[in-house]
């Protein structure tokens, strides 16, 4: 990431992941959540939905978990 560029919490929680190529499954399967539960927050704007589940979404959406992964 660049230094600067702030974490857009304007878009919906659709398009953040798709830039990170995430199915609603796979991002379902990484908060341990229901496909179904991603799938009614998947037209909602991140900044719109609730503090406890936001806080989980946004290092996912972010790419911050990329980071752990020793072989890269």
């Known amino acids: 990431m660049f230094f600067g560029l702030k974490f ?17 499954m796979e991002l379902a399967d990484k908060l ?7 799938l009614k927050i998947d037209d909602r704007r991140l900044r719109d939905i ?10 996912i959406l972010r790419g ?3 980071d752990n992964m020793t072989w890269l």
Do not use: F, G, H
């Open 8 to 24: 857009k919490n304007k878009k919906t929680v659709k398009e953040l992941r798709k830039n990170q190529n995430l199915t609603a």
């Open 32 to 38: 341990k959540l229901d496909t179904v539960d991603i």
């Open 50 to 59: 609730a503090e406890p589940l936001r806080s989980k979404l946004t290092p």
């Open 64 to 66: 911050d978990y990329m």
